[in-house]
């Protein structure tokens, strides 16, 4: 590929390429991923890899062992890739650097498609790993050569059509945290247009298994020129936007929208105002809670009605139509709340050191006479009043569980005890994570990848892992997995054994994650 580079004269490829040759986790990351593909194929197709008749009893049986290494290397696709694109334009806007690659005599053009290449050569060297497997579950039968060759193709149009989504948010959005959320909104809008050409193919009477997936690739391909045309198209413009918090300027909106409300109806009364405080002695505190975004009352209240509004229409809407246990209704909403506080969680408690890093006043919060302690203490005020917020749709949902299914029996006490504990320890354990990977990491952005990556991998990972080799009962699974511990509470088979168990773990992981953080504050933000 460096050859290629050299000899069609590109080169801000070649220096992607070389970039990436010099950091030691981009082998780490290969070799990783390749033995985890590898020992779960082994583990997870045992039988067929054991069987004494290998060759004529287990003919046939590669179709299943094919699909889901196409349904493994998908997921991947769609879960990574934009994580590794979107910091393709917007690195080089945060480093004022995007405006030299345009005076030069490389074309905006010229830039987006290196870019992508530089993008698409890593994801294709985790496809090509698989490739042995692939053929392995060829050889067994039961997998077409038509269906070899379009599955391929649906692969690479899928990588292609994923980086170059991605590569037009990068080069729309002026910071990649905007970049990193915004691919993934824009691709979950998107493939529900992509499922239905998928289907509409598959459907169709007297076509080959080759044509069944060609049309979804065809269809893959022209929308990503179409996204590389945009991207073309917003590069220039888009090149010298200064960074903007689009939270707070939505919050903004809202409040100059009420505002007029307010005064057109109500004459201007204001029953909840801001308390206008001075710093005090605690003067980091007072700027997390009064100035930051995520952390003045009004809009925690924002958030609040965001989350809760929706959430009580599902519910009344839901126990006015159920004919069955409230569970079915709250399980789905208890995940998806779930989901959304960590994400805020993260993002908040992770921004906290690496926001400060990343604005330069780190340094300037050093020399101050406050501790270390103090400063993270003070740091996380805000994060407190978040938890204060978060707390009541979860508390709504436990009401509705507590009134629905009459919990107050001896029996759902332990339900209701396990479901108070995961909120109490979870949330702030997820937080303090987030703000350990923030003091390790420099970078903002990648503070909060890797937050979230070890965040969610550390709830999903073991439930995921268990659901496709099928080792262990969910009890089992639900003392060193947060997300099979919900799971299990809601079925209604927790025990208290399983209960303390968890909280001591979990406790006992929080107290020294929080510890060790606060002992080694000084050290970790750079005091001697």
């Known amino acids: 590929m ?10 801000l490829l070649g220096k992607e390429l070389i970039e990436q040759a010099g950091r030691r986790r981009t082998y780490l990351s290969r070799t990783f991923y390749a033995t985890l593909l590898f020992i779960l194929s082994i583990i997870r197709f045992q039988d ?3 069987g004494t008749e290998l060759a004529t009893a287990q003919l046939g049986h590669g179709r299943r062992l094919f699909d889901e290494l196409v349904w493994l290397q998908m997921l991947g696709i769609y879960l990574f890739m934009p994580a590794m694109t979107c910091g393709a334009i917007t690195q080089e806007k945060e480093r004022d650097s995007l405006g030299l690659l345009l005076i030069t005599r490389l074309t905006p053009g010229s830039i987006l498609f290196e870019k992508l290449l ?35 193709l649906i692969l690479m149009a899928s990588c292609i059509y994923v980086s170059t989504l991605t590569l037009m948010c990068s080069a729309y959005c002026s910071t990649t945290v905007s970049a990193f959320f915004a691919s993934y909104m824009v691709g979950l809008v998107s493939m529900f247009p992509l499922g ?17 997936y060609l049309a979804p690739s065809v269809v893959l391909v022209f929308a990503s020129m179409m996204y590389l045309a945009i991207a073309r198209a917003v590069i220039v413009q888009r090149a010298l936007v200064p960074p903007r918090n689009v939270l707070l300027e939505f919050f903004r909106g809202l409040d100059k929208f009420f505002a007029n409300l307010n005064e057109a109806t109500t004459g201007g009364i204001v029953l909840i105002q801001d308390a206008d405080k001075l710093p005090g002695d605690e003067p980091i505190a007072w700027r997390e809670t009064q100035k930051k975004s995520l952390g003045t009352a009004r809009y925690l209240i924002r958030v609040l009605v965001s989350i809760q509004t929706p959430l009580l229409f599902v519910l009344a809407l839901g126990l ?23 994400l805020l969680v993260c993002a908040k408690s992770t921004s906290l050191i690496s926001g400060e890093r990343l604005h330069q006043t780190l340094d300037v ?43 107050w029996q001896f029996h759902g006490w332990i339900r209701v005890l396990s479901f108070v504990f995961s909120v109490v320890i979870y949330l702030p354990l997820a937080a303090w994570i987030s703000f350990w990977v923030g003091l390790k990491l420099k970078s903002q952005m990648r503070a909060i ?14 439930l995921s892992l268990n659901e496709f080799l099928g080792i262990w009962p969910m009890r089992e699974v639900a003392l060193f997995c947060p997300s099979a511990f919900i799971l299990v509470n809601q079925d209604r088979a927790m025990s208290g054994g399983l209960m303390l168990s968890n909280i001591a773990i979990y406790a006992g992981a929080l107290v020294l994650i929080r510890s060790y953080c606060l002992i080694n504050a000084d050290r970790m933000i750079g005091r001697q």
């Not at 400063?375 to 009134?403: D, K």
């Open 449 to 462: 990848l890797v937050s979230l990556l070890i965040v969610f991998g550390w709830s999903l990972l073991p």
């Open 196 to 212: 239905v050409v998928f289907a509409i193919s598959q459907a169709v009477s007297g076509v080959t298994e080759f044509l069944i």
């Open 365 to 407: 919060l050093s020399t101050t006479p406050l501790t270390g302690r103090e400063i993270f203490l003070q740091e996380f005020q805000g994060v407190r009043r978040l938890f204060l917020v978060l707390l009541v749709p979860f508390a709504t949902l436990l009401f509705v569980e507590i009134w629905w299914d009459r919990l």
């Open 118 to 152: 530089g993008r698409l050569v890593p994801m294709m060297t985790f496809l090509l790993l698989s490739l042995p497997l692939m053929a392995f579950s060829y050889s067994l039968g039961g997998v077409g050569f038509g269906q070899l060759i379009g599955t391929a």
């Open 48 to 50: 067929v890899l054991t």
């Open 320 to 342: 006015s139509m159920t004919t069955y246990q409230v569970t079915n209704l709250t399980t789905p909403l208890i995940v998806i709340v779930w989901i959304v506080a960590t």
């Open 2 to 11: 460096m050859f290629f580079s050299r000899q069609f004269h590109l080169p």
